[in-house]
């Protein structure tokens, strides 16, 4: 299984980013698809989650600016970053757990916030 995620860049302090991942080869029944992030000298940290019952969960500082969704016929998994602010600066990943229990990791995607 391999998780290929894009849509990351350079955007102003209020702007949108929409990231995407597609997930391809030996896939069974997908369970949870996820978005993390991660800054250099701290750890990953949840940003949003998408269970296949159709269930979404947000860290409490993306609540009401970002929206995760689910393409279950592609085997995509969406981020749109609305209001994006300095402090969303991070290296963005997908994350893919299985009904088996297996889990996969995309290679990541940089988002700066910058003026």
């Known amino acids: 299984v391999q998780l290929q995620a894009s849509g990351g860049g350079l955007v102003q302090p209020g702007g949108s980013l929409r990231l995407s991942c597609t997930a391809s080869?030996?896939?069974?029944?997908?369970?949870?698809m996820s978005w993390y992030r991660q800054t250099p000298g701290k750890e990953r940290e949840s940003v949003a989650t998408a269970t296949s019952s159709g269930s979404t969960n947000y860290a409490d500082s993306v609540k009401g600016r970002f929206t995760i969704s689910r393409d279950n016929a592609k085997n995509t998994v969406y981020l749109q970053m609305n209001s994006l602010e300095p402090e969303d600066t991070a290296v963005y990943y997908c994350?893919?757990?299985?009904?088996?229990?297996?889990?996969?990791w995309g290679q990541g995607t940089q988002v700066t916030v910058s003026s």
């Open positions: 080869g030996s896939i069974s029944s997908i369970n949870v």
């Open positions: 994350k893919l757990v299985l009904r088996a229990g297996l889990v996969y």
